[in-house]
């Protein structure tokens, strides 16, 4: 049982460049989140999904876009990537049904030169 | 959410029980007591969660005391593997929100 899988792990853009980052998650959860982390920091909600087809802003949104085509996958887009970017990423999911517990993949490190 | 208060950090003889206190005391009635840790570089992970009673897992038991407003994780017999930092939350259960991660509490166990 995989979980929540990000890809890739680790990544490296030069300034203005874009990326997307892929979550995929085989739990059958209707909702998916993309959070950051900085260094020494709690995470911040980037944007979020209830199900298939809708996205919704987080605390932390501006320059990110995302989409949920698929119930099973989140995408996050950065389109010109800035050094501020930098961060850990993490993706995560939950069930629509009980307890809203968050299961979280490994993350992606990505730096903005 | 209610706000939680957790000591920044605390060290634990690998093979002996880490107890890791939360205070929660504005917590209402509906919201419940999660536990979350983080080790190093890696996502969050769900440990335990509790509403009144006293819970148990395969992970941890999870004390919480009866007026609430406060609440115990115990790792009963903890291992190098289990250094992390331990997040305490208080929340509503259901709809889809933020997990807000306070500051935590860097668990260390020394061999």
């Known amino acids: 049982n995989a979980g929540v899988t990000q890809t890739p792990k680790f990544r490296v853009l030069k300034t203005g460049q874009s990326m997307t980052l892929l979550c995929a998650q085989d739990m059958n959860h209707e909702y998916m989140y993309w959070y950051r982390q900085d260094p020494g920091m709690g995470l911040r909600l980037i944007h979020y999904?209830?199900?298939?087809?809708?996205?919704a802003k987080g605390e932390v949104p501006d320059g990110y876009n995302v989409s949920r085509l698929k119930k099973q996958n989140f995408l996050l887009g950065l389109e010109s990537a800035a050094p501020s970017q930098t961060s850990v990423y993490f993706c995560?999911?939950?069930?629509?049904?009980?307890?809203?517990?968050?299961?979280f993949g490994a993350g992606t490190r990505l730096s903005v030169l | 959410d209610a706000k939680t208060t957790q000591p920044p950090s605390m060290d634990c003889a690998e093979g002996r029980a880490a107890n890791l206190p939360c205070n929660h005391s504005t917590i209402s009635g509906n919201e419940y007591v999660y536990w979350y840790r983080q080790i190093h570089s890696q996502g969050p992970q769900y440990i335990i969660h509790?509403?009144?009673n006293n819970e148990t897992n395969e992970m941890a038991s999870l004390i919480i005391t009866e007026d609430r407003k406060s609440s115990t994780l115990i790792l009963p017999h903890a291992t190098l593997r289990d250094t992390a930092v331990y997040y305490c939350?208080?929340?509503?259960?259901?709809?889809?929100?933020?997990?807000?991660f306070g500051s935590g509490t860097q668990l260390t166990v020394l061999p």
């Open positions: 509790g509403l009144k």
């Open positions: 995560a999911s939950s069930s629509d049904r009980g307890l809203n517990i968050q299961y």
């Open positions: 999904s209830v199900g298939e087809g809708t996205t």
């Open positions: 939350i208080v929340r509503n259960s259901g709809s889809a929100r933020q997990l807000t």
